[in-house]
């Protein structure tokens, strides 16, 4: 195995351990020369990747994706994108890259690290984060505005570093993403390392408002046990219920869970879907399961889908999913979700995505393919 290739499975292992770092399977690294690009296959975990978890593409062949004019409506344009992306596949064995190839690509750096950690999130998805993105890191860093997934983001990223390169006669090493998460690029791992320790270290330094102890234990509600009789569509699915001092501190009552009620980035979306539901306490538990079956009628009434998390007032909450593995997935990107909101507040309170934003991505194929592979 090539040495680099080694270095970057190794780096994508380190990152991918760290939930921290990355949740469920988010995130995707990349190594480049001069003829070819290495980058994560798209629904492969990045904490048990290997050699075959890894796309090899033509860069030549990549470099259409710039130059070309796709179709102007969103759909067409995506699958467009998708196909050329396709085209420029030399490896084997079937695996689709990473939706973000192209940004790898005219990252001008011979390694890129992609990750969504929970300390920078919570400046991304605030109402402060371009602010105090400047004030920490100035002109040394990119800050891209919330902009949609796959070709128009990697439009405004190019444009971007091309201006950035211009002005400074290199190549940014830092892009934040807002409600997204980080790039980091550089030509060694050390680099990349300690370009990671930096950022986090500087976040940190303005956080105020910490976490609440980590002290996550299984809920357990009759609930819990009655939820396949709660929808037709729920009879052969999987629930878990997890409290914490922090789940607590947002399941209070519904004013306070009203700042993590919606979803803040892409992933979010791919595993807990956009909205999740509150449910108040009642004392009586069978006038709670009935009542629970109400708001679920109209949860699917109002969004279209079933919830996949729903919070008991003043109790913990519950991850309603296919099998084991997808509610474990649930339960962690949700706790994120509370984590990224509670950290907010250091940064001037939670930011979510917008409907429109929202609509993109549960509409997207990409992230429902995602989907399909979180779930396998």
Request: proline share 4%; charged share 25%.
């Amino acid at each position: 195995m090539d040495q680099n290739l080694r270095q970057l499975i190794e780096t994508s292992r380190l990152y991918g351990k760290d939930k921290t770092f990355v949740i469920a399977g988010g995130g995707n690294t990349s190594f480049k020369d001069e003829s070819h690009i290495w980058v994560k296959a798209s629904g492969v975990a990045l904490e048990t990747i290997d050699e075959n978890g890894f796309v090899c593409l033509s860069r030549a062949k990549l470099k259409i994706v710039s130059t070309k004019t796709y179709s102007s409506d969103a759909t067409e344009r995506e699958a467009e994108v998708k196909a050329d992306l396709a085209n420029a596949i030399v490896s084997a064995g079937g695996n689709r890259p990473s939706v973000e190839t192209s940004m790898h690509e005219i990252i001008d750096y011979q390694f890129v690290v992609h990750t969504h950690p929970t300390l920078v999130n919570a400046l991304m998805c605030s109402n402060k984060a371009e602010s105090i993105c400047f004030e920490l890191f100035g002109e040394q860093a990119l800050f891209i505005p919330y902009t949609d997934p796959g070709y128009i983001l990697f439009k405004k990223v190019e444009t971007e570093i091309v201006r950035f390169t211009t002005k400074f006669g290199k190549a940014p090493q830092i892009i934040f993403l807002e409600n997204h998460g980080v790039f980091v690029a550089a030509n060694s791992i050390p680099a990349i390392n300690e370009i990671y320790s930096s950022i986090i270290q500087k976040i940190t330094g303005k956080i105020h408002e910490v976490l609440p102890t980590d002290d996550v234990k299984p809920f357990e509600a009759p609930i819990i046990d009655e939820i396949q009789h709660m929808h037709p569509e729920f009879r052969t699915f999987v629930a878990k219920g997890i409290e914490s001092s922090l789940i607590h501190h947002f399941t209070a009552d519904r004013k306070s869970f009203l700042k993590a009620d919606t979803a803040f980035t892409p992933d979010d979306i791919v595993y807990c879907k956009a909205h999740y539901l509150f449910i108040p306490a009642l004392k009586n538990d069978e006038k709670q399961i009935e009542s629970v079956g109400r708001l679920i009628d109209g949860y699917l009434c109002t969004y279209g889908y079933l919830p996949k998390v729903m919070a008991i007032e003043g109790q913990g909450v519950i991850a309603v999913e296919e099998n084991i593995k997808s509610v474990l997935n649930v339960l962690e990107v949700f706790s994120n979700i509370l984590k990224i909101s509670y950290l907010s507040e250091n940064f001037g309170g939670p930011k979510f995505m917008t409907k429109a934003q929202i609509d993109f991505i549960d509409n997207w194929e990409v992230e429902n393919y995602r989907r399909k592979m979180a779930k396998s």
